[in-house]
């Protein structure tokens, strides 16, 4: 049982490139998340699904798409990097409001 | 003012040593709240829920003041591995609660040998 797995863990690219973050998760969870941690700063939420099919803006979401084809698979891509994308981007999933998130161990991406 | 304050810290807490530190939350409609331990660089993982009436899991207490707005996490005879930062996340508490958690930015604790 892996929980959650993101992929990739690194990445680096230019100003204008474009790249998709993988979330997948075998526990059957309905609701999964995107965040992006910042130094000084909480957890902010970038986008989220609360099912197959759906998905909804959370606190930060400018710059960003999402899309939940399959409901194991939560997708974040940017279409066009910038520098102030530079974070840390955990992906989350839980079975219903209120129960505790798993995350996944991140992904690290820098934007030159 | 942000949704949930922690103090950064860091708290250097002697091995052995009791810490304690707090939330503060802005909103009062706030019905849900959790600490979280994140180690350096990894993933967020949840410590305990914090229950109205006070919650103990082994070394580590939770308290939820409501007319204050502010929960509590207590480390008693701390342990080097409990070093880390402890994220404090709130649910806003609306009907509709999917995607409303508010995460701190974590308090630091450094237990020393």
């Known amino acids: 049982n892996a929980g959650v797995t993101q992929t990739p863990k690194f990445r680096v690219l230019k100003t204008g490139q474009s790249m998709t973050l993988l979330c997948a998760q075998d526990m059957n969870h309905e609701y999964m998340y995107w965040y992006r941690q910042d130094p000084g700063m909480g957890l902010r939420l970038i986008h989220y699904?609360?099912?197959?099919?759906?998905?909804a803006k959370g606190e930060v979401p400018d710059g960003y798409n999402v899309s939940r084809l399959k409901k194991q698979n939560f997708l974040l891509g940017l279409e066009s990097a910038a520098p102030s994308q530079t974070s840390v981007y955990f992906c989350?999933?839980?079975?219903?409001?209120?129960?505790?998130?798993?995350f996944g161990n991140g992904t690290r991406l820098t934007v030159t | 003012r942000k949704e949930v304050e922690q103090d950064p810290g860091p708290f250097n807490v002697p091995e052995g040593a009791t810490v304690a530190f707090n939330c503060t939350y802005s909103n009062s409609a706030s019905q849900s709240f959790f600490w979280y331990r994140q180690d350096c660089r990894k993933e967020p993982k949840l410590l305990m829920s914090v229950y109205s009436s006070g919650n103990e899991d082994g070394r580590f207490t939770a308290q939820l003041n409501r007319a204050s707005q502010y929960i509590s996490l207590l480390i008693r005879d701390s342990k080097l591995s409990d070093s880390a930062t402890y994220l404090c996340?709130?649910?806003?508490?609306?009907?509709?609660?999917?995607?409303?958690?508010?995460f701190g930015a974590g308090t630091q604790v450094v237990v020393t040998p």
């Open positions: 996340v709130v649910n806003r508490g609306t009907t509709d609660s999917w995607g409303k958690l508010q």
């Open positions: 699904s609360v099912g197959e099919g759906t998905t």
């Open positions: 989350a999933s839980n079975d219903r409001t209120n129960s505790p998130l798993h």
